[in-house]
């Protein structure tokens, strides 16, 4: 009863809130842009020399504020420049074999520690489609070490909605592999984006879970279906939520979320996050086998309660696709 009683409030709360806006997606040379309402909403960079991994860059809310750090793509006051690894949005791990997917941009892959890093390099794009309430992009990626051996393909399919308070990505990464492929236990990775300071922890910002737990030390670590990061931009009480789909490996996930920003869902990292050296979180991905990883992001204004966030969960949870 109480679920169906969730169901009905998500479904009200969501159709009355979204009059869906025009999703225009424009493809470039190294990059592919889309834009709501005839507003610039993000970026996802596919290749480039500085492109190591595919990103979304910048995160923006329906106001235009933007809520995602924009260092080390554009200089800003106030950012700090700390793990230039965190670029925007991205999906990646940081031990695949022993190989770093995660901090592996172009500076961290010299010197001491360079050669094991690895990289993701655009394969194809597949689809790019505008729509007048939602945008896809559909890319396929190879995860590739040092040598160029390819370890395991990605399929990424991102849709983009949004409405007048609203902005919204779905992404949904699929992983084949190729090689054997051992996702090692460590906290570095998997679903990911680094918030503007005025949002993270060491300034307005609170991370607040699923069981109503409330900031860092309640939160890292810990399992939650979703967890909402609310703050102050510009005046404005915002928040940024991330959720984790039910038919996700593992789910719920654990958080590796940050009061300095990092806001991360993690399945890997048990031993870091229990502090336990004798659990193992690792997972292997077998050639020709697959796993699928489907996220919810969720840009709104207002606190978690005012967004409606459970109860978004709830009805995009109930969703077969």
């Keep these: ?29 190294d990059s592919i842009g889309v834009e709501i ?29 933007i809520v995602s750090r924009v260092w080390p793509m554009e200089e800003k006051a106030g950012e700090a420049k700390d793990h230039e690894h ?47 309430k939602q945008g896809t992009i559909v890319a396929t990626f ?18 983009f909605s949004g409405d007048a308070k609203l902005r919204i990505i779905d992404y949904e990464a699929t992983l084949t592999g190729v090689e054997k492929s051992r996702f090692g236990d460590t906290k570095e990775g998997v679903f990911a984006v680094r918030l503007t300071a005025p949002l993270d922890g060491k300034h307005s910002g ?3 879970s699923a069981g109503g737990a409330v900031g860092e030390k309640a939160v890292w670590g810990k399992r939650s279906p979703w967890v909402d990061y609310v703050g102050t931009l510009e005046g404005e009480t915002m928040g940024v939520a991330i959720l984790d789909h039910p038919s996700n490996p593992k789910h719920p996930t654990y958080w590796h979320s940050r009061d300095y920003g990092l806001f991360a869902a993690n399945v890997f990292g048990e031993h870091d ?4 050296k004798s659990k193992d979180g690792g997972m292997t991905l077998e050639p020709g086998k697959s796993w699928r990883f489907k996220y919810r992001l969720v840009v709104h204004p207002g606190d978690t309660q005012a967004a409606g966030i459970a109860a978004m969960f709830s009805q995009w949870a109930a969703s077969k696709k």
């Design 273 to 276: 996050f229990y502090a336990d």
């Design 1 to 29: 009863m109480e679920m169906r009683f969730l169901l009905i409030t998500a479904t009200l709360l969501f159709s009355s809130a979204l009059s869906l806006a025009q999703v225009t997606i424009t493809k470039h040379a």
């Design 86 to 132: 965190h670029r925007g949005l991205w999906f990646t791990h940081g031990d695949v074999n022993g190989f770093d997917f995660w901090a592996n941009d172009v500076s961290q892959r010299k010197g001491k520690g360079g050669d094991k890093k690895g990289t993701v390099e655009l394969i194809s794009v597949d689809q790019v489609k505008s729509g007048k």
């Design 206 to 208: 609170k991370m607040m």
């Design 142 to 159: 190879a995860w590739k070490d040092p040598s160029g051996k390819v370890l395991l393909k990605e399929t990424k399919r991102l849709g």
């Design 37 to 65: 309402g005839g507003q610039l909403f993000t970026t996802l960079y596919l290749s480039g020399p500085e492109v190591t991994k595919p990103y979304l860059h910048p995160i923006s809310a329906a106001n235009g504020k």
